[in-house]
C-alpha cells in the first residue's frame, strides 16, 4: 500500500525559509488521480490545509498562506516538496504530507485525506 | 481559524456510544461531502469516514457517519479504551477563500 514519509531539518531560524519532502512508496504519483497535500497542526491545536500539488504540477495553496508556499513534484524521485518563507515563531508545528483524493459529484465536492505520513516537528526558533 | 464547529470533548463509559458533532455552513458541509479522522495521541490522522458515511476497508462498523444540512455527526458504538483519541472533521470549502477544512477537534475519553 502507498505510504509516504516526510524528511527535513527539525529547526529553522526565523525569517528563513522551511523546506521539507514527502517521499512516496508503493505507488506513482506519475499515475495521476491524486492530489499530493501538506497539512501542520500547531502544538496542542487542530489541522491546517496548507496546499497540494497534482503530478502534473498544478498547484493550489490555502489563501492565508499563499504568499509564502511553494509545492513542487519531482516525479522522478517519486518526491513532492514544501518551500515555506519568512517563518516565524507562529509557524512551529508538526507538518504532515498526505495524498488527497478529490472530485466533484452532484452532490458537491468530494475530497478525503488518506494515506498520512507519519509527521515532522518543525521549530521555529533562533 | 477553523469555519467547522465541534464540542472540545465527549466521554462515555465502555461499551456505550458517542457522537460528535461538525457544524459548518452552505458553503462547506451544505454542499460538499465529509470526511472524519481519529488521531491517536503522538499519531498522524486516520481516515476513518470518507462521503459522507462510508468507511474505508479495515475501518470496523462500530464507526458511522451521517450529515443532514449544515452538520455532519460520526457516532461511535461499542465504545473502547483504543477509541480514545481526538476526532476531526473536514471537508471542502466552496467560499471566495476555497479550500480544505477541518473542524475544531474533538476528545473523546472513555471513562
Known amino acids: 500500500q502507498v505510504q509516504l514519509q516526510e524528511s527535513g531539518p527539525g529547526l529553522v531560524k526565523p525569517s528563513q525559509t522551511l523546506s521539507l519532502t514527502c517521499t512516496v512508496s508503493?505507488?506513482?504519483?506519475?499515475?495521476?488521480?491524486?492530489?499530493w497535500s501538506w497539512i501542520r497542526q500547531h502544538p496542542g491545536k487542530g489541522l491546517e490545509w496548507i496546499g497540494y500539488?497534482?503530478?502534473?504540477?498544478?498547484?493550489y495553496y490555502n489563501p492565508s498562506l499563499k504568499s509564502r508556499v511553494t509545492i513542487s513534484v519531482d516525479t522522478s524521485k517519486n518526491q513532492f516538496s514544501l518551500k515555506l518563507s519568512s517563518v516565524t515563531a507562529a509557524d512551529t508545528a508538526v507538518y504532515y504530507c498526505?495524498?488527497?483524493?478529490?472530485?466533484?459529484?452532484?452532490?458537491?465536492?468530494?475530497?478525503?485525506?488518506?494515506?498520512w505520513g507519519q509527521g515532522t516537528l518543525v521549530t521555529v526558533s533562533s | 481559524q477553523s469555519v467547522l464547529t465541534q464540542p472540545p470533548s465527549v466521554s462515555a463509559a465502555p461499551g456505550q456510544k458517542v457522537t460528535i458533532s461538525c457544524s459548518g455552513s452552505?458553503?462547506?458541509?451544505?454542499?460538499?461531502?465529509v470526511s472524519w479522522y481519529q488521531q491517536l495521541p503522538g499519531t498522524a490522522p486516520k481516515l476513518l469516514i470518507y462521503?459522507?458515511?462510508k468507511r474505508p476497508s479495515g475501518i470496523p462498523d462500530r464507526f458511522s457517519g451521517s450529515k443532514s444540512g449544515t452538520s455532519a455527526t460520526l457516532g461511535i458504538t461499542g465504545l473502547q479504551t483504543g477509541d480514545e483519541a481526538d476526532y476531526y472533521c473536514?471537508?471542502?470549502?466552496?467560499?471566495?477563500?476555497?479550500?480544505?477544512?477541518f473542524g475544531t477537534g474533538t476528545k473523546v475519553t472513555v471513562l
Open positions: 508503493g505507488g506513482s504519483i506519475s499515475s495521476g488521480g491524486y492530489y
Open positions: 473536514g471537508t471542502w470549502d466552496s467560499s471566495l477563500s476555497a479550500g480544505d477544512v
Open positions: 498526505a495524498r488527497k483524493n478529490q472530485g466533484i459529484a452532484a452532490a458537491g465536492t468530494w475530497n478525503w485525506f488518506d494515506p
Open positions: 462521503d459522507n458515511n
Open positions: 452552505s458553503s462547506n458541509i451544505g454542499n460538499n461531502y
Open positions: 500539488i497534482y503530478y502534473s504540477g498544478s498547484t
